[in-house]
């Protein structure tokens, strides 16, 4: 308060004085909530691409829903950064899970991350949405992994993609000779798992070898050579985008001209502009972006951002969403945002209805398969 309004202060009336303080008192009641969500993903390293799309659709939804409720709420976005790997995620995740200003993580985004993080927001009864964690065992309730009460998806899970990424790796080739490898994550070696198990149901194909490499791995050789040793013409990958662009480098130049493939995992517009010409033609299952499932919504997200919107953004903006609708109902707790969540049904950006399972599921699954074409992956489609 500055000093003239001090002076105008001293000669008015008790009365009005009491009513200047009514007013004030009102004025005050009637500022803006303000409340914290949290994105937790890659933001750094070699996966932040990922991260960084991810979070770009979070601060979308985030700015569209505080120009509209400006009145009432003012929704702040806390970073977390775990760069993708478990280790960095469980020395994050303590403070998160302890702040209890957040009320719900959008993430994390992948599936080691996921469960290192886990303990610490169940301790603190901390919601979480996932756009792009799809290892099967976070939601199972058998599993030493389970998320549960708190963790849910907005994502099919690696059951429903293990098949289809062993269709679309193998797609017109009636005798297709398969190799699979996986990057040793928690989120690859399950991964493979169902890839091999899908290609029992692929007509023609066989499993012809495998491998399991360390995702620290910078020289395939060994890994090529029992591929040509093997007389594979598909070779599924079922670990990430950066690495697989080392990999798919080092296959070419050693003359192979077998299909390759990969899971979510490498599905990110990096992986061709990082692997070049190499990727042409690559195989890669993914969920449909903003662009394929509504380009109104695409263009009003890149004026907006400034830029295009990258993978899972549907999911991200999808799952921060089903956060703001728990806070514009008044729900500004832990405990109601994750009670509001785990009873959620409604519709995202793209048509899909959102319904959670008891376990975290959504209802519902569906896999697209794309193809690397002149450094872009272009969708072609859903995998049947």
Same mark, same amino acid.
């Given at each position: 308060?500055?000093?003239? %309004?001090?002076?105008?202060?001293?000669?008015?009336?008790?009365?009005?004085?009491?009513?200047?303080? #009514?007013?004030?008192?009102?004025?005050?009641?009637?500022?803006?909530?303000?409340?914290?969500?949290?994105?937790?993903?890659?933001?750094?390293?070699?996966?932040?691409?990922?991260?960084?799309? @991810?979070?770009?659709?979070?601060?979308?939804?985030?700015?569209?829903?505080?120009?509209?409720?400006?009145?009432?709420?003012?929704?702040?976005?806390?970073?977390?950064?775990?760069?993708?790997?478990?280790?960095? /995620?469980?020395?994050?995740?303590?403070?998160?899970?302890?702040?209890?200003?957040?009320?719900?993580?959008?993430?994390?985004?992948?599936?080691?991350?996921?469960?290192?993080?886990?303990?610490?927001? $169940? /301790?603190?009864?901390?919601?979480?949405?996932?756009?792009?964690?799809?290892?099967?065992?976070?939601?199972?309730?058998?599993?030493?992994?389970?998320?549960?009460?708190?963790?849910?998806?907005?994502?099919?899970?690696?059951?429903?993609?293990?098949?289809?990424? #062993?269709?679309?790796?193998?797609?017109?080739?009636?005798? #297709?000779?398969?190799?699979?490898?996986?990057?040793?994550?928690?989120?690859?070696?399950?991964?493979?798992?169902?890839?091999?198990?899908?290609?029992?149901?692929? /007509?023609?194909?066989?499993?012809?070898?495998?491998?399991?490499?360390?995702?620290?791995?910078?020289?395939?050789?060994?890994? %090529?050579? $029992?591929?040509?040793?093997?007389?594979?013409?598909?070779?599924?990958?079922?670990?990430?985008?950066?690495?697989?662009?080392?990999?798919?480098?080092?296959?070419?130049?050693?003359?192979?001209?077998?299909?390759?493939?990969?899971?979510?995992?490498?599905?990110?517009?990096?992986?061709?502009?990082?692997?070049?010409?190499?990727? @042409?033609?690559?195989?890669?299952?993914?969920?449909?972006?903003?662009?394929?499932?509504?380009?109104?919504? @695409?263009?009003?997200?890149?004026?907006?951002?400034?830029?295009?919107?990258?993978?899972?953004?549907?999911?991200?903006?999808? #799952?921060?969403?089903?956060?703001?609708?728990? %806070?514009?109902?008044?729900?500004?707790?832990? /405990?109601?945002?994750?009670?509001?969540?785990?009873?959620? $049904?409604?519709?995202?950006?793209?048509?899909?209805?959102?319904?959670?399972?008891?376990?975290?599921?959504?209802?519902?699954?569906?896999?697209?398969?794309? @193809?690397?074409?002149?450094?872009?992956? %272009?969708?072609?489609?859903?995998? $049947?």
């Amino acid at each position: 308060m500055n000093k003239k %309004i001090q002076r105008s202060l001293a000669v008015v009336s008790a009365a009005a004085l009491v009513f200047g303080v #009514a007013a004030a008192q009102t004025s005050a009641n009637a500022a803006p909530k303000t409340v914290y969500l949290a994105y937790q993903g890659p933001l750094s390293g070699g996966e932040a691409s990922t991260g960084t799309d @991810e979070q770009n659709a979070v601060k979308y939804a985030i700015k569209l829903f505080n120009a509209k409720n400006k009145a009432k709420y003012n929704v702040k976005l806390v970073s977390v950064d775990d760069q993708g790997d478990p280790a960095v /995620a469980g020395t994050v995740a303590p403070g998160i899970g302890k702040n209890k200003a957040i009320l719900g993580v959008v993430g994390p985004a992948y599936s080691g991350a996921t469960i290192a993080s886990l303990p610490f927001y $169940k /301790a603190g009864g901390l919601a979480l949405i996932s756009p792009s964690a799809t290892r099967v065992s976070l939601t199972d309730p058998a599993s030493p992994d389970f998320g549960g009460p708190i963790f849910h998806r907005v994502v099919a899970t690696d059951d429903k993609q293990g098949p289809a990424l #062993a269709k679309w790796a193998t797609n017109g080739n009636k005798a #297709a000779k398969v190799f699979v490898f996986d990057d040793q994550s928690s989120y690859a070696v399950p991964l493979a798992g169902y890839v091999t198990a899908g290609l029992k149901k692929v /007509a023609g194909a066989s499993l012809v070898g495998t491998d399991s490499v360390p995702n620290t791995t910078t020289d395939f050789a060994p890994t %090529i050579a $029992k591929i040509k040793t093997s007389g594979a013409d598909v070779v599924i990958y079922t670990g990430y985008y950066s690495q697989a662009a080392v990999f798919i480098k080092q296959l070419r130049d050693s003359g192979s001209k077998a299909v390759f493939a990969g899971g979510d995992g490498v599905f990110n517009q990096e992986f061709p502009k990082l692997a070049g010409v190499a990727a @042409e033609g690559s195989r890669i299952t993914g969920v449909s972006g903003l662009m394929d499932a509504n380009p109104k919504a @695409e263009a009003a997200f890149k004026k907006s951002m400034g830029v295009s919107s990258g993978v899972y953004a549907v999911e991200s903006f999808d #799952a921060a969403n089903i956060f703001l609708e728990a %806070i514009l109902k008044g729900n500004t707790t832990r /405990a109601k945002v994750l009670a509001y969540v785990k009873a959620y $049904k409604g519709t995202g950006i793209g048509g899909t209805t959102y319904q959670f399972t008891a376990n975290g599921d959504i209802k519902g699954d569906g896999f697209s398969g794309f @193809e690397s074409v002149k450094g872009v992956l %272009i969708n072609k489609g859903p995998v $049947k």
